[in-house]
Nanobody, 120 residues
Framework: VQLVESGGGLVQAGGSLRLSCAAS????????LGWFRQYPGEEREEIAS????????YYADSVKGRFTISSDNAKNMVYLQMNNMKAEDTAVYYC??????????????WGEGTLVTVSS
């Protein structure tokens, strides 16, 4: 059972970045997939999630209108397209999965995280 993130890195404010998450070892269609982020010294917070079953989504207010979550059930992949990025988007981003509908309150699975840095 594994979630592996990729696509993090450095981007300028106003720019875009796409995170990818490859899922393996579980029945993708039974899960909701999502993204949490964590600032140094703070708890992780959910920013977006999507149901693999019906495509329903959840977005935190802080990213609504700027970030888009999507999934490819055939490839067991989930993506986070981040546009118009701000310095406050700088964080470690984690891919998560849970057998629940969005929002994901209690993730069952976590990736190792990928660092996103937005320079102002």
């Amino acid at each position: 059972v594994q979630l592996v993130e990729s696509g993090g890195g450095l981007v300028q404010a106003g720019g875009s970045l796409r995170l990818s998450c490859a899922a393996s070892g579980f029945t993708f269609d039974d899960y909701a997939l999502g993204w949490f982020r964590q600032y140094p010294g703070e708890e992780r917070e959910e920013i977006a999630s999507i149901s693999s079953h019906d495509g329903s989504t959840y977005y935190a207010d802080s990213v609504k209108g700027r970030f888009t979550i999507s999934s490819d059930n055939a490839k067991n992949m989930v993506y986070l397209q981040m546009n118009n990025m701000k310095a406050e988007d700088t964080a470690v981003y984690y891919c998560v999965a849970a057998r629940a509908s969005p929002p994901i309150v209690d993730p069952e699975l976590w990736g190792e995280g990928t660092l996103v840095t937005v320079s102002s």
